[in-house]
């Protein structure tokens, strides 16, 4: 079992910038694959970037450019730095986990393990 918790998300204008953090405990093991994903009201969850175990990244085309995954392993954590943000962005953002995953992937079947969600909100 595979335990993750969010944290960060909160209100920001447009153009400004949030830090979302997922703190991950339980047997996470490696290979694996952890991503971010999103959903708005009346809309599907979709995939935001996702990150390999051995570093490898993929981004959704809408990030590119503004925001960045990373993580650290010493903390069990993995981050999503949001630069430039738009109204466009506001969404609740869920931590992902797919232990022995081969690659990083933003489709949302190829995780088995969700966290609770943190809402980011950007006006305009």
């Known amino acids: 079992q595979v335990q993750l918790v969010e944290s960060g998300g909160g209100f920001v204008r447009a153009g400004g910038s949030l830090t979302l953090s997922c703190a991950a405990s339980?047997?996470?093991?490696?290979?694996?694959?952890m991503g971010w994903f999103r959903q708005a009201p009346g809309k599907e969850r979709a995939g935001v970037a996702s990150?390999?175990?051995?570093?490898?990244?993929v981004y959704a085309d809408s990030v590119k450019g503004r925001f960045t995954i990373s993580k650290d392993n010493a903390k069990n954590t993995l981050y999503l730095q949001m630069n430039s943000l738009k109204p466009e962005d506001t969404a609740m953002y869920y931590c992902?986990?797919?232990?022995?995953?081969?690659?990083?992937?933003?489709?949302?079947?190829?995780?088995?393990?969700w966290g609770q969600g943190t809402q980011v909100t950007v006006s305009s």
């Open positions: 992902a986990a797919r232990p022995g995953g081969g690659w990083p992937t933003l489709r949302r079947s190829e995780y088995n393990y």
């Open positions: 990150i390999h175990s051995d570093y490898s990244i």
């Open positions: 339980g047997d996470l093991a490696t290979p694996n694959r």
